[in-house]
């Protein structure tokens, strides 16, 4: 599975960007789709995650500003931010993951920047 990201730039505090993610290659069974992010100097952490049923899993400190979203058919997964913070400043990675024979692998993409300024 290949993932490709876009839709990550500069925004001001209070604006929105929306990310994209498209999985590509051998992309069945594919189960969660999602978002994390590492900003300078922390540790990647969870932004938002929706499964192939639709069950929707986010950081708390997201909640209410960002949504996430996906198609099935394609497969892409998608993240509306909205209401930027200055902290939200990080690179966004997309991620997947598949269950193949009772063992999960998981997937990442490159990573794309979202900068927020005051």
């Known amino acids: 599975v290949q993932l490709q990201a876009s839709g990550g730039g500069l925004a001001q505090a209070g604006g929105s960007l929306r990310l994209s993610c498209a999985a590509s290659?051998?992309?069945?069974?594919?189960?969660?789709m999602g978002w994390y992010r590492q900003a300078p100097g922390k540790q990647r952490e969870l932004v938002a995650t929706?499964?192939?049923?639709?069950?929707?899993k986010s950081a708390d400190s997201v909640k209410g500003r960002f949504f996430i979203s996906r198609d099935n058919a394609k497969p892409m997964v998608y993240l509306q931010m909205n209401s930027l913070k200055p902290e939200d400043t990080a690179v966004y990675y997309c991620?997947?993951?598949?269950?193949?024979?009772?063992?999960?692998?998981?997937?990442w993409g490159q990573g794309t920047q979202v900068t927020v300024s005051s």
């Open positions: 929706v499964t192939s049923g639709g069950s929707t």
């Open positions: 991620y997947a993951d598949r269950f193949i024979m009772g063992t999960r692998y998981e997937y």
């Open positions: 290659g051998s992309i069945f069974n594919i189960n969660v």
